[in-house]
C-alpha cells in the first residue's frame, strides 16, 4: 500500500473516531467544573475555578453502529472484498452511522459572586462535529451497479450528513433559588470556521424495462449540499495561510451564531436529587463564504431515439448532445451562493440520583452539614446511585441513550463514577471516571465503553476525555 | 518573584507532561488490538456493472416503400459515451445487446458499426431479419476478457446504422402499423478502483 492511501486510511477512521457527543461519565460529575459545561444548573460549591488553559477539558468521542475497522481489516484470510460486501455494503442499513464530536477548552473559569448564591462561568472552546449516515443505495450503486436491478429503486435520500467546526465563546450565571432548586443559564456565541450539510435529499435512480428501448433509466432528484467556509479554506491551504484563516475565523471573522444552555438541579428530598440540562439550543446564521450545490429535476432516458422519418430531416442533428443537453435541463446541477441557517445539534440531558452511606465533610466556605440551609452547604454522600438519559436532536431524528451510575467518593481527595450505557452503538459500554483533587489541583479522566480495550480495533465506541484546573472553595 | 514564575512555569509544564504520559500509558498498557491487516486496502475492488439503453431506431414501413433502391436508411450517430475518459479510462468489459423486431413485409438486413473519431470501422455487426411474422431477434456481442477486444469499445466515437431493403418496395403487411425497429442497450463493468 503507497503511503497516501495508508495515510488516508488513518485519517478516515482517525476522523469519524474524533467525532461522538454523550459525556454520561461526566454529566453531574459535581467535583469537576466542566460539569458545568454540560449542565449550567448543577450543583456547585467552588469559590472559584480555573481551567489551565488547553489542559482543562479535552474530549474526544466516537461512534459507528454498524461496522468496526476490525469487521474489515482483520488479518482473518478472509478476501476483503467479500467482508465489505457482507459486513458494509448489505451489512449495514441507512440508519446505521458514523458520529461524534471534540472538543478542546481552550480557555474557562468561574468564580462565585458578591452574592454567594450566584455563580459566574465563562470561556471558550473549540467543538468539532459531524454525522455521516451510511449511504447505503451509493454503496450499492458503486460497488454492484445497477446491472440486473431492474425496478429497483436506488433512494437518493440515503445521502445524509453535516459537519462543522467553531469556536464557541460562553458565559453563563448559575443561581441557587433556594435549598431545593438550582439553576442556570449560558449564553453561547458560535463563531464558524466552516460548516457542510446535506441532510433534507430527496429522489430516486431506478432502471426500468424500456417503452421504446430496452431500458430505461430515471432519476428523480431534489437534493442540496450547503457550505460555508470550505472554499476559502481550500484556498488558504493552496496559499499557505491555513492558520491565520483558522484563527481569524475563530474569533469573529466568519460566519456567527447565538445560542443558549439551561439547566437545573432539583433537591427532592435530602438524599434525592433531579436535574435536568438543555444544551446548544441555537443556530449560525452563514453569508460567508458560501457554496451550495443543488441538483433538482426528473428525467427518463431510452438512450438515443431516431424515429425515421422525422428525425432524417436534420442531416446535422447531434442526437447524443441533444440527450445530454435535456437531461442536464431537466435535472440541472446548480451553483449558488445563498445564505442559510443551521442549527446546531440540541443536546438534552437528564438525572435521577440517590445518595447513601455516610456524609463527606462539605468544602464550601459556611457553616456546612447535613441540615445546613443552602443546598451549597449540603453535605455530599459517600455513595451515588442513579439514572441518566441522553437525547440529541440527529438529522434522521432523536437519538436516545440511558445510563445508570454508581459513584463513589474517597473523602474530598478523590471520586470515581462508573456507568453502564445502553444506546444504539453498543449495549455493553462501560465507563469510568476519576477525579483527583490533591490541594487546590482537580485532575480528572474518564473513558468509556472499557470492554472494548480487549480489541479496540473491534469498537464501535470510544470516548475519553480529560483536564486540569485549580479549585478553590474560599476556606481560609 | 521574577525566578519565581519561569521556576514555577516549568514545574506545571514538567507536572502536565507527567499527567498526560500517565494517561497514555495506562491507556496503552491496558488496551489491546488484534492483528489488522492494512494492506488489505490494495485488494479492494469497487468493479459495478452498469446497463442502460443506448440507441433505438425505428422506420416505419411506408418508408421502406418510398425508399428507390435497396439502401432504406444509413446514417452515423454521434456517441461520445464510449469514447469519454470517465467511462474509456475504466471500463474492463461487457456485452452490446441488440434487440430487431421486423413487423413489415420485407427482409432486410440491418448493419451496425462503430466507428472512431476519424470514422474509422472499428467492429461490424450485421444482422439479416426475416419479413413479418417473425421471432424477436437478440443478439449479445461481448467485448473483454471472453470476446472482441475491448479497445473497440475504447474508442468508439459514433455508431453507424445501415438498413437495406433484401425484398420488394410495393408490399404492405397485414400486421397494424407496420415498421422495423433496433434496440440496443450496454452492460458494462467498469474499475471505480
Same mark, same amino acid.
Given at each position: 500500500m503507497r503511503f497516501p492511501n495508508k495515510l488516508f486510511l488513518v485519517?478516515?477512521?482517525?476522523?469519524?473516531?474524533?467525532?461522538?457527543?454523550?459525556?454520561?461519565?461526566?454529566?453531574?460529575?459535581?467535583?469537576?467544573?466542566?460539569?458545568?459545561?454540560?449542565?449550567?444548573g448543577v450543583d456547585t460549591d467552588f469559590q472559584w475555578y480555573a481551567g489551565v488553559p488547553l489542559l482543562s477539558g479535552i474530549s474526544l468521542?466516537?461512534?459507528?453502529?454498524?461496522?468496526?475497522?476490525?469487521?474489515?481489516?482483520a488479518d482473518d484470510g478472509r478476501r476483503i472484498n467479500d467482508k465489505i460486501r457482507e459486513r458494509a455494503i448489505f451489512g449495514m442499513n441507512a440508519r446505521d452511522e458514523l458520529s461524534g464530536t471534540f472538543q478542546i477548552e481552550l480557555l474557562n473559569f468561574g468564580f462565585r459572586g458578591k452574592n454567594p448564591d450566584n455563580f459566574y462561568t465563562a470561556?471558550?472552546?473549540?467543538?468539532?462535529?459531524?454525522?455521516?449516515?451510511?449511504?447505503?443505495?451509493?454503496?450499492?450503486l458503486a460497488f454492484e451497479g445497477n446491472a440486473d436491478r431492474l425496478n429497483q429503486p436506488f433512494d437518493l435520500s440515503h445521502l445524509k450528513t453535516r459537519g462543522e467546526m467553531m469556536n464557541v465563546f460562553h458565559i453563563g450565571l448559575n443561581k441557587k433559588v433556594d435549598n431545593q432548586l438550582t439553576i442556570g443559564v449560558r449564553g453561547k456565541l458560535y463563531s464558524s470556521i466552516f460548516d457542510f450539510n446535506s441532510t433534507k435529499n430527496k429522489g430516486t435512480f431506478i432502471t426500468k424495462e424500456g417503452v421504446n428501448n430496452i431500458y430505461s433509466s430515471t432519476i428523480e432528484a431534489d437534493m442540496q449540499l450547503r457550505t460555508s467556509g470550505l472554499n476559502g479554506l481550500k484556498d488558504a491551504i493552496d496559499d499557505g495561510t491555513v492558520g491565520s484563516t483558522i484563527t481569524k475565523r475563530a474569533f469573529f471573522g466568519g460566519n456567527l451564531g447565538v445560542g443558549v444552555d439551561l439547566g437545573f438541579t432539583y433537591q427532592l428530598n435530602d438524599q434525592t436529587v433531579l436535574t435536568g440540562s438543555l444544551l446548544d439550543l441555537g443556530f449560525i446564521y452563514h453569508s460567508k463564504d458560501i457554496k451550495n450545490y443543488t441538483l433538482n429535476g426528473?428525467?427518463?432516458?431510452?438512450?438515443?431515439?431516431?424515429?425515421?422519418?422525422?428525425?432524417?430531416?436534420?442531416?446535422?442533428?447531434?442526437?447524443?448532445?441533444?440527450?445530454?443537453?435535456?437531461?442536464?435541463?431537466?435535472?440541472?446541477?446548480?451553483?449558488?451562493?445563498?445564505?442559510?441557517?443551521?442549527?446546531?445539534?440540541?443536546?438534552?440531558?437528564g438525572s435521577l440520583r440517590y445518595n447513601f452511606g455516610e456524609h463527606v465533610d462539605n468544602r464550601a466556605n459556611c457553616a456546612c452539614g447535613v441540615n445546613a440551609?443552602?443546598?451549597?452547604?449540603?453535605?455530599?454522600?459517600?455513595?451515588?446511585?442513579?439514572?441518566?438519559?441522553?437525547?440529541?436532536?440527529?438529522?434522521?431524528?432523536?437519538?436516545?441513550?440511558?445510563?445508570?451510575f454508581y459513584q463513589r467518593r474517597f473523602g474530598n481527595f478523590m471520586s470515581i463514577k462508573t456507568t453502564y450505557t445502553i444506546d444504539k452503538f453498543s449495549y455493553s459500554n462501560v465507563g469510568l471516571g476519576l477525579?483527583?483533587?490533591?490541594?487546590?489541583?482537580?485532575?480528572?479522566?474518564?473513558?468509556?465503553?472499557?470492554?472494548?480495550?480487549?480489541?479496540?480495533?473491534?469498537?464501535?465506541?470510544?470516548s475519553f476525555q480529560l483536564g486540569l484546573n485549580i479549585i478553590s472553595w474560599g476556606k481560609k | 518573584m521574577r525566578q519565581v514564575r519561569p521556576v514555577f512555569g516549568i514545574a506545571m509544564i514538567k507536572f502536565i507532561k507527567s499527567i498526560l504520559l500517565c494517561t497514555l500509558s495506562c491507556l496503552t498498557l491496558l488496551s489491546c488490538i488484534e492483528d489488522q491487516d492494512f494492506n488489505q486496502y490494495d485488494e479492494?475492488? #469497487? /468493479?459495478?456493472? &452498469?446497463?442502460?439503453?443506448?440507441?433505438? =431506431?425505428?422506420?416505419? $414501413?411506408?418508408?421502406?416503400?418510398?425508399? @428507390?433502391?435497396?439502401?432504406?436508411?444509413?446514417?452515423?450517430?454521434?456517441?461520445?459515451?464510449?469514447?469519454?475518459?470517465?467511462?474509456?479510462?475504466?471500463?474492463?468489459?461487457?456485452?452490446?445487446?441488440?434487440?430487431?423486431?421486423?413487423?413489415?413485409?420485407?427482409?432486410?438486413? #440491418? /448493419?451496425?458499426? &462503430?466507428?472512431?473519431?476519424?470514422?474509422? =470501422?472499428?467492429?461490424? $455487426?450485421?444482422?439479416?431479419?426475416?419479413? @413479418?411474422?417473425?421471432?424477436?431477434?437478440?443478439?449479445?456481442?461481448?467485448?473483454?476478457?471472453?470476446?472482441?477486444?475491448?479497445?473497440?469499445?475504447?474508442?468508439t466515437s459514433s455508431i453507424r446504422v445501415t438498413a437495406n431493403n433484401l425484398g420488394d418496395n410495393t408490399s404492405t403487411s397485414n400486421e397494424p402499423d407496420p415498421k422495423i425497429i433496433l434496440k440496443s442497450s450496454g452492460k458494462f463493468r467498469v474499475n471505480v478502483k
Open positions: 485519517l478516515f477512521w482517525t476522523c469519524f473516531a474524533m467525532f461522538g457527543q454523550n459525556k454520561q461519565v461526566l454529566y453531574d460529575f459535581v467535583e469537576i467544573p466542566q460539569s458545568a459545561m454540560i449542565n449550567p468521542q466516537a461512534g459507528s453502529s454498524g461496522l468496526s475497522v476490525n469487521d474489515i481489516f470561556g471558550m472552546y473549540i467543538e468539532g462535529d459531524a454525522i455521516g449516515y451510511w449511504f447505503q443505495d451509493y454503496a450499492i426528473k428525467a427518463t432516458i431510452e438512450g438515443i431515439e431516431i424515429i425515421l422519418p422525422d428525425a432524417a430531416a436534420d442531416p446535422n442533428a447531434d442526437f447524443w448532445q441533444d440527450l445530454v443537453d435535456d437531461v442536464e435541463g431537466f435535472v440541472p446541477f446548480e451553483e449558488n451562493a445563498d445564505s442559510y441557517i443551521a442549527f446546531r445539534p440540541t443536546k438534552l440531558y440551609s443552602s443546598n451549597r452547604a449540603r453535605a455530599k454522600y459517600v455513595n451515588s446511585v442513579g439514572g441518566q438519559l441522553y437525547v440529541i436532536n440527529r438529522p434522521r431524528g432523536p437519538q436516545m441513550a440511558l445510563t445508570g477525579s483527583l483533587q490533591a490541594g487546590p489541583v482537580n485532575i480528572y479522566a474518564m473513558a468509556d465503553n472499557l470492554l472494548s480495550y480487549g480489541n479496540l480495533a473491534d469498537s464501535n465506541y470510544a | 479492494i475492488g #469497487v /468493479t459495478p456493472t &452498469l446497463e442502460a439503453s443506448i440507441l433505438y =431506431v425505428e422506420a416505419p $414501413e411506408a418508408l421502406v416503400n418510398a425508399t @428507390s433502391g435497396a439502401n432504406v436508411f444509413s446514417r452515423n450517430f454521434n456517441f461520445d459515451a464510449f469514447s469519454s475518459d470517465v467511462f474509456a479510462k475504466r471500463v474492463l468489459d461487457g456485452t452490446i445487446t441488440y434487440i430487431v423486431e421486423n413487423t413489415s413485409s420485407k427482409a432486410l438486413e #440491418v /448493419t451496425i458499426e &462503430l466507428l472512431d473519431v476519424d470514422n474509422n =470501422v472499428l467492429d461490424v $455487426e450485421i444482422i439479416p431479419v426475416d419479413p @413479418s411474422p417473425m421471432a424477436m431477434l437478440q443478439r449479445d456481442v461481448a467485448y473483454g476478457s471472453s470476446g472482441r477486444s475491448i479497445d473497440i469499445i475504447k474508442n
